[in-house]
């Protein structure tokens, strides 16, 4: 019989030894994949052979969660993080930019409030602009898109000599400003005479063919002479 039983606990001290190399997630699903009866589970035999030995310890048996936090295995060393609030991030207020609709129809956006003297009708101004079709398409432009070289045009606020509604926006402009706007057609190029319109031939034409369209300007007010 204590042949028996020592070579029993042999083959229990092996497969321990055996489970104590398995990796954690094996070791946590083993409960479920053994079934043998109470009476021959390897626990109950290394109970019995540590109470034999030393009468005087009382064996018990522990949940598997306080064994793992004895042995230092909590969530954080497995690599489970605690579901844990996220911080409120500080909303900020986005910029604002303000957009006024004036009776002609003209929408302007006031993108840079200037802090120059202000622009009257009748004055000449000096200006630099970029025109695009309403979808945003560019048509022309007083800046080189690519090295960034001016050639800004000056015009009188009158609208026999430019269009109305780039009129509209350059009045009450103060210099160092800058203005979005959306001119309706009928306040745009209602004939060819009217400024400002390039002298290159390809560029002229292909800003009057989009003439019977919305168009935008984006302006900035650089003197007023």
Do not use: W
């Amino acid at each position: 019989m204590e042949v028996a039983s020592s070579i029993t606990i042999e083959k229990n001290n092996f497969h321990l030894t055996r489970m104590r190399a398995l990796p954690f997630q094996t070791l946590a699903q083993l409960p479920c994949a053994f079934s043998l009866p109470a009476s021959k589970r390897p626990n109950d035999v290394m109970d019995k052979h540590l109470h034999n030995r030393h009468p005087s310890i009382t064996v018990k048996s522990l949940p598997r969660r306080v064994f793992l936090q004895l042995m230092g295995i909590g969530p954080m060393s497995l690599g489970i993080n605690p579901v844990v609030a996220a911080p409120m991030q500080e909303m900020k207020e986005p910029e604002v930019i303000r957009t006024l609709k004036l009776s002609s129809g003209v929408r302007i956006q006031e993108i840079i409030e200037g802090e120059g003297p202000e622009a009257h009708d009748g004055d000449f101004v000096q200006l630099n602009y970029v025109c695009r079709r309403a979808n945003g398409y560019f048509v022309h432009s007083t800046v080189d898109q690519f090295s960034g070289e001016s050639s800004p045009v000056t015009l009188p606020l009158d609208e026999n000599q430019i269009i109305r509604g780039l009129k509209d926006v350059l009045t009450g402009m103060r210099v160092g400003g800058k203005r979005r706007a959306l001119i309706p057609p009928s306040l745009g190029y209602i004939n060819e005479n009217l400024k400002p319109i390039p002298d290159e031939f390809g560029p002229r034409r292909s800003l009057l063919s989009h003439a019977k369209e919305p168009l935008i300007f984006e302006v900035q007010l650089l003197k007023i002479l």
